[in-house]
């Protein structure tokens, strides 16, 4: 395989994307807006994301699935528009090819690159990269932010990981908690500071997720409940996913030719 077939420009519903494929048969797409990585199958075939078969794939709204790229707000904990503009914009491509058995793309956003509206609203100097890589059954994210700007910025970041799994009441995630966490209805919990291993038990398959840089994590499901409420998500899939967030939520101020960077590994 060489480095243009390890990343091959397509598209996803209507949308713009890129496959990553690695040489051992790990797969990944990622759609331009929002750099969204928006299915992982592993080397095994297994697909390890979910997304809502009543998601929007036409960027007229954010994708009900896969990883948002959470920034500069999270959720509505701040006046901007709630979870930011990073998943609604449209991102750049930069590097992409293999390295050591790695597929791997990196994208880029830019004020260049959003809506007047959005610039007019968040007037920083900003460079967020995202460089996302596969092989064998492991997926690694890394979430770089740098101040390109003359003045110091607040801001949150969090990849808002929407994993498939079996049924949501089977699933059991250790290290969020002391006892094991068991979902059971409608869940939506911030976690300060949590431990950077956790594992996502669902029936026999168990993931290894840990993050760096993120200091906190947020765990959600909207039962059934919450669900018959979202337009772009079918009543019964709730059933289908967690989300288990690796968030920055209170990190500090970035100064003028600072970057921070987080990062995830699942496997
Ligand atoms: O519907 P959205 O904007 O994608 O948000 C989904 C959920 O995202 C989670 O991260 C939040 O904790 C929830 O409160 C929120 O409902």
């Known amino acids: 395989m060489n480095h243009q077939d390890a990343a091959v420009s397509t598209t996803f519903g209507q949308l713009p994307s890129l496959l990553l494929t690695s040489p051992d048969g790990a797969q990944a797409s990622i759609t331009l807006y929002g750099a969204h990585l928006i299915s992982w199958r592993g080397a095994d075939g297994r697909e390890r994301l979910f997304c809502s078969a009543k998601s929007a794939l036409d960027g007229t709204k954010a994708i009900r699935g896969g990883v948002p790229v959470i920034f500069p707000q999270f959720a509505e904990r701040g006046t901007g528009t709630r979870h930011g503009f990073a998943r609604t914009s449209i991102w750049r491509v930069g590097t992409q090819g293999l390295e050591d058995g790695w597929a791997f ?8 690159d959003l809506s007047a509206q959005h610039a007019q609203a968040w007037p920083h100097g900003f460079e967020l990269r995202l460089r996302v890589a596969i092989r064998a059954n492991e997926l690694t994210m ?10 110091a910025f607040p801001f949150a970041a969090a990849l808002h990981t929407y994993f498939l799994v079996d049924d949501i009441a089977s699933v059991r995630i250790d290290g969020m ?11 939506d919990r911030v976690y300060d500071r949590v431990a950077p291993r956790q594992a996502l038990v669902d029936g026999g398959v168990v993931l290894t997720l840990r993050q760096e840089g993120f200091t906190d994590a947020v765990v959600w499901n909207p039962g059934a409940e919450d669900a018959a409420s979202l337009a772009d998500m079918a009543d019964e899939e709730y059933r289908r996913f967690v989300c288990i967030e690796p968030a920055l939520l209170n990190g500090p101020a970035l100064q003028p030719g600072q970057s921070w960077t987080g990062e995830y590994h699942v496997s």
């Open 177 to 187: 908690e002391t006892e094991e966490l068991a979902i059971t209805g409608k869940f």
């Open 105 to 112: 793309a990196v994208f880029a956003l830019a004020p260049g």
């Open 142 to 151: 890394r979430f770089e932010v740098r101040n390109t700007g003359s003045e």
